[in-house]
C-alpha cells in the first residue's frame, strides 16, 4: 500500500524557513512524479510545487518562484520542499502527491494525483 507521511511544518516568524520532507514507503518512489499542495482554510487547494520522477524537472506556482525549492533523493524515498523567505500568505496545510502518469504540463493540478499525505501545519506569524 502505498502511504505518503509529510513532516517539517510548524510556527515560523515572516523572512523565516522550513523545509518539508515526504516520504514515501509502499513501493519505489523513482517511479512517481510528486506535487506539493497546500491549502489554507476556506480556499481550495492550490499547487505549490512538482517534481518528475528523475527529478530533472520541476515546476513552482508564481507565488513562491525563487523563494521555494523542490528536491528528491529516491535513494531515501524522500522529497524536500525547501521553503525560505516565508509570508504570512504561506500559512496553510501543506500536502504531497503522488503519481505515476501525470503528464507534467498538469503536474500542479490536485486533480492528476491519487496518493496524499496526511499534510503538517505551516503557520507563519509574528
Known amino acids: 500500500q502505498l502511504q505518503l507521511v509529510e513532516s517539517g511544518g510548524g510556527l515560523v516568524q515572516p523572512g523565516g524557513s522550513l523545509r518539508l520532507s515526504c516520504v514515501y514507503t509502499?513501493?519505489?518512489?523513482?517511479?512517481?512524479?510528486i506535487g506539493w499542495f497546500r491549502q489554507a482554510p476556506g480556499k481550495e487547494r492550490e499547487g505549490v510545487s512538482c517534481?518528475?520522477?528523475?527529478?530533472?524537472?520541476?515546476n513552482y506556482a508564481d507565488s513562491v518562484k525563487g523563494r521555494f525549492t523542490i528536491s528528491r533523493d529516491n535513494a531515501k524515498n524522500t522529497v524536500y520542499l525547501q521553503m525560505n523567505s516565508l509570508k504570512p500568505e504561506d500559512t496553510a496545510s501543506y500536502y504531497c502527491?503522488?503519481?505515476?502518469?501525470?503528464?507534467?504540463?498538469?503536474?500542479?493540478?490536485?486533480?492528476?494525483?491519487?496518493?496524499w499525505g496526511q499534510g503538517t501545519q505551516v503557520t507563519v506569524s509574528s
Open positions: 502527491a503522488a503519481s505515476l502518469s501525470v503528464l507534467f504540463s498538469v503536474c500542479m493540478s490536485p486533480r492528476s494525483y491519487a496518493y
Open positions: 509502499g513501493d519505489t518512489l523513482g517511479y512517481y512524479t
Open positions: 517534481i518528475s520522477s528523475g527529478g530533472g524537472s520541476t
